[in-house]
């Protein structure tokens, strides 16, 4: 009996000190209501003290950070001081004139932003939530617990946010102004029932680089670039054959993951198929699919045994880096990049299939959203808006990396003088793009099928065709 | 005397090389290599630049033309990007916490579920045992979910309105460790084969429930206890899902979450990872936890075997 009571005891007391720890003055430690306001003051969701003050006055909103332009966590203004001293400290110039070449794109970017949501007396705190399936399952509890920034980014999942109806739809006016002013690789895989829910300030979509050095050993003219499926085929082989084994073809990653998708989606789309209808069901059996896996096979015999469905991307483009493959279809960061990497680039669009047409995949597309249970929505639109600013799109045109959206920025001459790379890559923006689609059920399974399909179509002697159509059966039945 | 250990120890070094033995050497030691690899590619990974690294074809071993302290400075003094000092103090505190809190709740519920009768013992010892086959991905929403909805706390009213202790301490104070059930089940199992009239003798001279459990049970469930702070602190220290999933603001980040997040900060759209110094960082991560486990792990051994789990 006593030593019931002991262990009760131990048990209250332990469970009453964890509760009350959290109740009462410790909630007050804990953090105030996500945006409540007091006395004109605005905290952002569970955000003590210690971590990021805020200015009275000023309506804060809770930004996720995007991997391009992050410069840190927390109330935006404080990050720069520190961001600063990094760059002066590793002998980068901090000098930045629009127009010119950019050293320090994050910081510009992240300043830019602030000084226009500063004049309408918005501040920014960023917070970190990963990228990738990590972000993905942070922003699902997020939802339910209704414990949502005020603007999150995603890529892939973006769009199943928005047909759940997790998302806000723009404003009518910023929507109609984003249908004139941008291009619609920016928004268009955004788009659901009309309504736009996302934007992402500088989207890629994916064009054909090779390396002109394994070109040219492999007798090819470096500077020619190839437009058609047929000549991918020949020169892959060609540079191949050429590499003795030291060096490969390559073209592009087709792992079964949406690193894959994203950018073999590009040549799907080109050939006239697609991974789904417009109902979110599956339609992996068309005959253009079945096309498209075959180039895709015989790409594959143009590389490393393994690499080109190596489940880890990283190997993939690892190779390219280390000029083990020479060709390559992926998005507009190449170009920066292979500065760094000393490769000699061409760059040209994705060639056409005999009755393809140009389209594209929207790929490295931080998509900024505004979810339905947002504290500050107002201020959040207001960053989007700064998004597509002109300064800010000026800025990123001077990056090189990627394409600026705002078509004025984009469609003028001295931007196509400067940039004339990048401007290939605008110009593709411009095109036909669509994003990935949803599955309309079991979106991860039905995704999975289809890339557990591809794999078998390129790695086996199994009819292509027949390993499709099996999988549209198997995909059908959890779609459904 | 020592002319004879000296002989000794010569005749077992000469056993050692008998063509037997030498083979069976040879084996091990090739399998050392092998799972000595990694730590070694990582040890001189980190001495290369982010350039480097992303354009050279790495042979076996590694070695960097134009070798850098960079990395390895980075994970002394950190950086803008990531103040590996506090991380690391938070990592420690938490670890320190969870291990003192899963060694006192194994050994409380393990005394309680060998010594005290009441009714529904077994089936409550069963259905505690029964939480370790859930899978710790699915309890990630609904714990998250717990925390938003933890009464009172972040401006909660009763359990909606704000955050929950999301994002504080109280994430690693409250939520982290739970009661140790695996360190519980050890502990019973140990208690149960200790004959029960050293409880009697006890309670004879006047000891109290907990000064049996402290002062007469405890000193013999050391190497127990030793087995349950490592295993305790190495899963802790390990752990990044707990503060990458459930707090936000960079002051509660621990060494495992940051590098995922700088990880995966990499793998976001346009950003080029800088694997040098991730990689560099997770070797910062990965050396504690091995000199913890190197040092004491003949208590895991040990530990185990006085469960009479060990065959």
Redesign the interface.
Known sequence: M???K??AL?GTVMLVS??S????G??A??????G?ATGGETKP????G???ETTPGVTTIKVL????V?I???KLDDLFA??E??YADAGVSLDYTPGSPVETFPLQYQKIMSEKLKAQNIEVVT??????E??I??Q???F????IPDIIVG?TQMPGFAQQGLLEPFPDDMAADIRENVSPAAWKPMEVGGKIYGLAA?P?VSNLFWNKKLVKQAGLDPDKAITTWQELRDNVKAVTEAGKGKFYGGGVYAAPNFGGYLRYGALIAINGGSFADENGLPAFNSPQNAETVALLKDLNAAHPPGLMVNNN??SYF?AW????IAYLID?P?RVQ?SK???IDLGMAPIPLSPSGKPANVT????FHSVPVDAKQKEAAFAYIKAMYSEEIQQLVADSN??SPILKKIGESKEYQEKHPEMYLHYQAMSGDVTGLPTFAKDNSKAWQMWGEAVVKGIMTDGDIQGILDDAQKRAELVTR | MSQTIKSDFSKRIAEQFKPKYLLAHLVLLGVGLVLLYPLIFMVLAGFFTK?EF????LGLLPIPKAPTWDNYLTLFNG???AAIRKYFLNSTLRTVYATFWALLTAL?AGY?FA??Q?RGKNTLFLALLGTQMIPATIA??PT??QF?????????DIF?????????W?VY??GGPSINIMGAFLVKQSIEKLPYELDEAAKMDGA???RIIFRILLPLQMPIMAFISITTALATWNDFITP??YT????LQTLPAAI??LS??????????N?PLIITLSLGTTLPALLLFFFFQKYIVQGLANTGIKG
Request: aromatic share 8%.
């Open positions: 006593k030593n019931r002991i262990t131990v964890a509760l720890a959290c109740g009462g410790g909630s430690k804990v953090g105030a209501p996500p409540a969701a569970g955000e003590t210690s971590k990021a950070n995007e991997g391009a992050a840190g966590v927390g520190v961001k001293k990094e917070e970190d939530w990963g990228w990738g990590p972000l399952q942070k699902t509890a997020g339910l617990a209704k414990n890529e500088q890629g991307e990283g690892d880096n280390k000029g083990q998005g960061w990049e760094t990497t000393g790929i490295g597309a931080a990396t990627r | 350039t992303m354009t050279t074809v950086s803008a990007d409380l309680v010594r005290l009441f990630l929403i998250y979910l938003a909805r933890w009464p009172f706390a972040g401006g909660n909606t309105g704000g955050t929950g202790i999301l994002d504080t109280w104070l409250i109290g429930t907990l990458f999933f936000s603001s960079d002051s995922t997040r995966s900060a990499a793998a976001s759209p346009g950003a080029v990872p694997w």
